[in-house]
């Protein structure tokens, strides 16, 4: 399995570059591939993601008003809440590391957050840094 398959098409790469699909070698290389393999071989794997429509909900939500933003600023936390250290007189009993990765939805939410200051600070022009 080539990476380059699996990352992008051999359509979208002549658009990024600004090239037709005739030519680029690239694009007659992996249609050749393409169709000498088995046709079991040319189906992708589909995975289940019960969260699917959540996380393009969140994608596709606008920020279009200050106050809006600043409410989203606020929710979202700038760091991990769950990261802590257990301390007794100067010393370190246990640590727990930051769970937030392990959440289903964190890059969307972290997007989220991040359209709103760029609209804080972009659009309104207001100082985020006490968001930050």
Do not use: W
Request: hydrophobic share 35%; glycine share 2%; with cysteine.
């Amino acid at each position: 399995m080539n990476v380059f398959e699996q990352t992008i098409s051999d359509r979208a790469l002549p658009i990024l570059v600004g090239l037709s699909p005739q030519d680029t070698a690239v694009s007659a290389a992996a249609n050749s591939q393409r169709y000498s393999q088995k046709p079991s071989q040319n189906r992708r794997k589909t995975t289940f993601d019960p969260l699917h429509s959540l996380k393009q909900r969140l994608d596709s939500i606008e920020v279009k008003s200050p106050k809006f933003a600043r409410l989203l600023c606020q929710l979202i936390p700038a760091q991990c809440p769950f990261e802590r250290e257990v301390k007794i007189f100067d010393r370190t009993l246990f640590y727990i590391p930051p769970l937030c990765k392990l959440n289903p939805i964190y890059e969307q939410l972290i997007g989220l957050r991040f359209r709103a200051l760029c609209y804080l600070a972009d659009v309104c022009g207001e100082d985020v840094t006490a968001y930050c």
